[in-house]
């Protein structure tokens, strides 16, 4: 015996239709699935079954999986990319080393744009602008590598660099109190005017000063995750790229 999942009333197990409520039991599965499976296991097999799906489309939809140049490529990027992560995220966050980056300076104008394109919302958010035009442009690049260009491999390293973004801010909040990093100008935050150093004016006007160390190691560690997270993703890619190209039957010189 069974209960009609309209009116709960028992019917036989090879009854087409409730003799209750009138409800037509193949029509209710089209649309609900069957209500005899445990409930409990469906919403896990479709998560599951809905992120391998994800991921499969993300592969197939790379416009370079049958490329061998773009593969070897991206197999000698992934090594550099993983010694390059391991000697930004490893330095602590007072030694501020991750200035001493490129990468840093690379940041910096999108950081300084940033001021300027949010001016109009107030002073709060111009100076939140800074961080925000950092966290923003490689944003911006990920999706335009993933969604227009179909390069997920590129659009993962646009994320590792988000990441790389949240690691180079984390001195800068870390100084909120201190205001002892050099600033644009030369100056230093406890020698300029209020306002002039973002996290100090940011964390004070929020009445979260006395949590400058620890919002700075939060920072750290999301930048962290993010950019393994991304070099993870990048393996995959790679182990898939792997695979399709020794299935395809393609000739190889049209895909360079």
Request: net charge neutral; hydrophobic share 40%.
């Amino acid at each position: 015996m069974n209960n009609c999942p309209k009116c709960h009333q028992e019917v036989q197990s090879t009854q087409a239709i409730c003799s209750n409520c009138g409800l037509v039991f193949a029509k209710y599965k089209l649309y609900h699935g069957d209500s005899s499976q445990n409930r409990e296991t469906r919403p896990v097999r479709f998560s599951i079954e809905r992120q391998a799906n994800f991921f499969q489309r993300v592969v197939e939809d790379d416009a370079y999986r049958l490329s061998r140049t773009a593969f070897w490529g991206r197999c000698l990027l992934l090594p550099l990319f993983l010694i390059w992560s391991w000697l930004l995220i490893m330095p602590s966050i007072e030694s501020n080393e991750i200035a001493a980056s490129f990468l840093h300076k690379v940041n910096l104008p999108f950081h300084e744009a940033g001021h300027i394109v949010f001016r109009p919302f107030g002073a709060f958010i111009t100076s939140l602008g800074g961080t925000l035009g950092q966290l923003l442009m490689p944003s911006v690049c990920m999706l335009v590598l993933w969604l227009k260009t179909r390069d997920p491999y590129g659009a993962a390293l646009a994320l590792w660099w988000v990441g790389e973004n949240f690691l180079d801010i984390s001195p800068y909040i870390n100084d909120a109190r201190a205001g002892r990093l050099p600033l644009l100008g030369g100056n230093t935050g406890e020698f300029s005017p209020y306002g002039f150093h973002d996290w100090t004016y940011l964390l004070t006007e929020s009445g979260f000063l006395q949590h400058d160390h620890q919002l700075a190691k939060f920072s750290h560690v999301i930048g962290s995750l993010l950019m393994i997270t991304a070099l993870i993703g990048c393996g995959y890619l790679v182990m898939k790229q792997k695979q399709e190209l020794a299935n395809s039957t393609m000739d190889p010189q049209n895909h360079n």
